[in-house]
């Protein structure tokens, strides 16, 4: 199983960005997917996520501004970024909880995109 992300990259404050991120492998089920970041010099931080019934939790730093979704045929899940600010950068890491047969499963991640928020 993998998780490849994309759709980091450099933005001016209060602009807007899309983060992708795939899955690809052989596997029973995927139950939650989301995305972290961490900031130079900071923990890892729990952005959003989203459950296989569609149920999304946001960090308080992004809600209203950041939109978690997810495409359960594409094995995708998407961010979509609003009004950034330049505090909202961090390399951003997407996971997925999957189970790969009826017995095995667990968390994957993606190897990570950068989003960069500067005039």
């Known amino acids: 199983v993998q998780l490849q992300a994309s759709g980091g990259g450099l933005v001016q404050p209060g602009g807007s960005l899309r983060l992708s991120c795939a899955a690809s492998g052989s596997m029973f089920s995927i139950n939650t997917m989301g995305w972290y970041r961490q900031a130079p010099g900071k923990p890892r931080e729990l952005v959003a996520a989203?459950?296989?019934?569609?149920?999304?939790n946001y960090a308080d730093s992004v809600k209203g501004r950041f939109t978690i979704s997810r495409d359960n045929d594409k094995k995708m899940v998407y961010l979509q970024m609003n009004s950034l600010k330049p505090e909202d950068t961090a390399v951003y890491y997407c996971?997925?909880?999957?189970?790969?047969?009826?017995?095995?499963?667990?968390?994957?991640w993606g190897q990570g995109t950068l989003v960069t928020v500067s005039s």
């Open positions: 996971y997925a909880d999957i189970q790969v047969s009826s017995t095995q499963g667990g968390r994957y």
């Open positions: 989203i459950g296989s019934g569609s149920r999304t």
